[in-house]
């Protein structure tokens, strides 16, 4: 399982569209290597558990600093494009975007 998380995850990376839903591909995994870790938690003793939910929550607060401060650190050494890997600049108005195509074959 983790295998293959880890390949997918490694895989859709280096593509050079980055859509959204090129996540889902490795999401299933990493719900079953969760479900498993859970499952040898509850059954574990209590003093294991104790030193569980310690590093559990050092874990969270520190993915939750990442997701907070990310933006950030990223956003003052690359632009929105590198990051998302396509998306269009903040110069590009929505507007612009949506419109149609004009034919050109009129």
Same mark, same amino acid.
């Given at each position: 399982?983790?295998?293959?998380?880890?390949?997918?995850?490694?895989?859709?990376?280096?593509?050079?569209?980055?859509?959204?839903?090129?996540?889902?591909?490795?999401?299933?995994?990493?719900?079953?290597?969760?479900?498993?870790?859970?499952?040898?938690?509850?059954?574990? *003793?209590?003093? *294991?558990?104790? *030193?569980?939910?310690?590093?559990?929550?050092?874990?969270?607060a520190?993915?939750?600093?990442?997701?907070?401060?990310?933006?950030?650190?990223?956003?003052?050494?690359?632009? *929105?494009?590198?990051?998302?890997?396509?998306?269009?600049?903040?110069?590009?108005?929505?507007v612009?975007?949506?419109?149609?195509?004009?034919?050109?074959?009129?």
């Amino acid at each position: 399982m983790g295998a293959s998380a880890v390949s997918a995850f490694v895989f859709y990376s280096f593509s050079s569209s980055k859509l959204p839903n090129y996540a889902l591909v490795f999401i299933p995994p990493l719900a079953v290597l969760i479900a498993l870790w859970f499952d040898e938690q509850f059954d574990a *003793a209590p003093v *294991a558990r104790r *030193a569980s939910r310690v590093s559990t929550t050092a874990l969270l607060a520190v993915g939750a600093a990442v997701l907070i401060a990310g933006p950030h650190v990223l956003g003052y050494g690359l632009s *929105a494009r590198e990051i998302l890997g396509g998306v269009p600049s903040g110069t590009a108005d929505v507007v612009e975007l949506l419109l149609p195509v004009p034919s050109r074959c009129a």
